[in-house]
């Protein structure tokens, strides 16, 4: 990464800005923090000295104009349109003159609204009347006149609907309501019902009413007469309102085919505006100029100087390689990983995104998680299920971390049950190529040991990624003399090779009373790493603490070094103890099957224990997996205390065919200037 200054004229900025999103691989930072601590490079000898001349007036850059209202009007005329909200990259790549598109925007929405709202009135009102038809067809025999009832002295007449519950409430009830209640019918939900009341009694009845959710239907346009009478009526109307909304509805479509291009076009050109005020809430100015700092990756820097060569020399361009930026300033990471490994950054970013100064440990976790998992599920017929599950999330579910996780832990553990010889925790259908986990005693011990030995490999590689990260730090302390340094990988390894000498041939190699001595003098190392390491590079004081909290911290480390190595390594105990679960969970539930008096039910009994195995023990050897990458490995090499690189940038989700219309700006050639 190298540190991107850039100034340049204040009326430029939305333009270079968006220029910046397109080219897509700057992370920005803010400005003013780097001019604050005197990181930000405003001039050097040879550039303009103007840039300087009201710098005592430097402030953040706040937009004064609010966008949002723009930006609503495109999404109702998208929405209106039933457009969709496609990116074009040409539109993107394009100069455009904003204000003329918002004013543009604002013209077509005023004239669409018009039409709009009358269509959505047209069908609210449309809506209402048929459902007052269906209503009121219940009661076509009935030879009442609305309007006498709507026109009684003393009585109240009223139309409306409860839910199906609060009607059930109402019944139960009625002999203690003063109201005449006849449903005319049912709809889903709902009851219609017709209430007649005595006006004395009105605002009673509407008190219960209201407290059971009465909806009240109006006959709509007051029409009177008997329901035949007001059906007939009622037809004309929405063959009226079918009508309107069909001259609507034609309108709209006009207007569609008249702007769809345009809006299409400005629905990419103002996502990219919006990116681009999302670099310039970062920004710095003056009066007349900006300033603007952020990250670029040594390779893309090129390309970030040709996006800004159409503003020549009115722009100053500053590169800044890491060693010349403070120190206290970290730099974003950008991971790069293939295709195999990738989806495993997921796992990563989980605990914590590796520092710039530190080894992506994403190669390793999919390695070693895929392995574990392997070892622990192995079975060709359940990872197969993973595996389909892992390509449908990828490709159907748009899940592409966690479907490429899946499927990979999928063909790790169908390799691994070719290896254990189990088709859906069936034994007997194919060979192993090595070992069945538990066909006796030997097999099953040959198992646990193999998992020890994967964490022994597993923690040396741990050991390695640490040295090679204090290497990078430039970290003699920890890197020599800490307890996950060199130091402490060998006080492991003369830990284990004594051990297994031991064990084997019932003695050490070297004389025990050697052996313990230099265990000890690797001990005496790591407490007193700090003070040698400070020798070693010359700087004093020798504590950066008290010797005596110094020591005492020390010398509890001592133990916890001791504990968790022993910990650490025996932790992968249960990769083969997960191994044998799964064969034994089969186990149980093929006797079950066994006792089964028919086909059917024995087929039943294995369908439902492998569905438990694949879900419930699928689960718990992916959390058992995760955590020995967690704390048994990452506790080792890997802090995880980076910055994500996030540059902004849009996406664009099409290509167009031809091209957009465009109102390029003229730019003077840019000044580019390395440090």
């Known amino acids: 990464m190298e540190m991107m200054n850039l100034i340049g004229p204040i009326g430029a900025l ?28 405003i001039i050097t000898p040879d550039q303009n000295t103007n840039v300087l001349k009201d710098l005592s007036f430097i402030k953040p850059y706040h937009k004064i104009t609010d966008d949002s209202d723009a930006n609503d009007k495109l999404d109702n005329l998208i929405e209106i349109f039933e457009l969709k909200k496609n990116i074009y990259q040409d539109c ?10 918002v004013q543009m925007i604002d013209s077509i929405y005023s004239e669409v609204k018009v039409d709009n709202d009358k269509l959505v009135n047209s069908r609210d009102e449309l809506s209402k009347v048929v459902e007052f038809k269906v209503n009121l067809e219940h009661l ?13 002295h003393y009585f109240t007449f009223k139309i409306g609907r409860f839910s199906k519950e609060n009607y059930k409430k109402l019944k139960d009830n009625v002999e203690n309501i003063s109201s005449i209640i006849y449903e005319i019918s049912s709809i889903p939900g709902y009851h219609v019902v017709i209430s007649i009341t005595p006006k004395v009694l009105e605002i009673e009845v509407d008190r219960i ?7 009240e239907l109006n006959i709509p346009y007051n029409l009177g007469g008997t329901p035949e009478d007001i059906i007939h009526k009622l037809d004309e109307i929405i063959t009226d309102q079918e009508n309107e909304i069909k001259i609507l509805n034609d309108a709209i479509l006009k207007q569609k085919g008249r702007y769809t291009v345009f809006i299409d076009e400005s629905y990419s050109r103002i996502k990219i505006y919006e990116k681009a005020q999302i670099i310039n809430s970062e920004i710095a100015c003056t009066n007349e100029f900006f300033y603007m700092a952020g990250w670029v ?11 800004l060569d159409l503003f020549g020399n009115s722009l100053i361009l500053i590169f800044k390689p890491k060693s010349q930026v403070n120190s206290s300033i970290i730099p974003p990471t950008r991971l790069k990983n293939n295709w195999f490994t990738r989806p495993f950054e997921a796992l990563v970013n989980m605990y914590g995104i590796p520092s710039y100064n530190e080894l992506d440990p994403t190669t390793f976790v999919a390695i070693s ?23 449908f999330l990828s490709i159907k579910g748009k899940r592409p971390n966690l479907g490429g996780i899946l499927s990979r832990l999928g063909v790790s553990s169908m390799i691994f049950g070719a290896l254990f010889g189990s088709i859906f925790g069936n034994e007997k259908i194919i060979k192993p190529l090595i070992i069945r986990p538990m066909e006796n005693v030997s097999n099953m011990n040959a198992i646990l040991i193999g998992g020890v030995v994967l964490g022994i490999a597993f923690t040396t ?22 307890k996950n340094g060199l130091v402490g990988l060998i006080f492991y390894w ?3 090779l004594t051990a297994l000498n031991i064990y084997e041939q019932g003695h050490t190699i070297l004389p025990l009373p050697m052996i313990i001595s230099m265990l000890c003098i690797l001990l005496a190392l790591m407490v007193i790493k700090q003070p040698i390491s400070n020798l070693i590079n010359r700087q004093k004081p020798l504590y950066n603490e008290s010797a005596q909290d110094y020591y005492i911290e020390s010398g509890f480390g001592v133990v916890e070094t001791l504990l968790s190595m022993l910990s650490n390594t025996i932790s992968f105990i249960r990769v083969g103890a997960f191994a044998l679960n799964h064969v034994g969970l089969f186990v149980a539930f093929a006797t079950i099957s066994n006792l089964m008096q028919n086909s059917a039910g024995s087929f039943a009994v294995l369908l439902l224990g492998n569905i438990i195995i694949i879900s419930l023990e699928g689960l718990i050897v992916f959390i058992q997996g995760l955590r020995l990458e967690y704390y048994e490995l990452f506790s080792k090499y890997y802090d995880g205390n980076g910055i994500e690189f996030n540059p902004v940038r849009l996406r664009y989700t099409r290509q167009r065919m031809g091209s957009c219309n465009s109102n390029n700006i003229n730019q003077k050639p840019i000044k580019i200037m390395n440090m």
């Open 92 to 101: 993107i790549e394009e100069e455009f003159n904003y204000n003329e598109i």
């Open 494 to 496: 003369t830990i284990l």
């Open 461 to 482: 590689i741990g050991f390695i990624y640490s040295l090679i990260n204090a290497y990078k730090r430039r970290d003699i302390e920890n890197g020599l003399f800490g």
């Open 140 to 152: 076509r025999e009935l030879k009442l006149d609305f309007e006498v009832l709507k026109n009684l």
């Open 369 to 391: 998680y895929m392995i574990m998992f392997g070892f622990m599920f192995g079975d060709i017929g359940q990872g197969g299920i993973f595996l389909l599950a892992g390509l």
């Open 297 to 307: 990756p040594v390779s893309e820097k090129k390309g970030l100087q040709e996006s």
């Open 209 to 215: 009413f209201k407290s059971l959710n009465y909806e």
């Open 14 to 41: 939305d333009h270079v800005s968006m220029q910046v999103v397109r080219h897509g691989y700057v992370h920005i930072v803010n400005a003013l923090n780097e001019i604050n601590q005197n990181n930000f490079t």
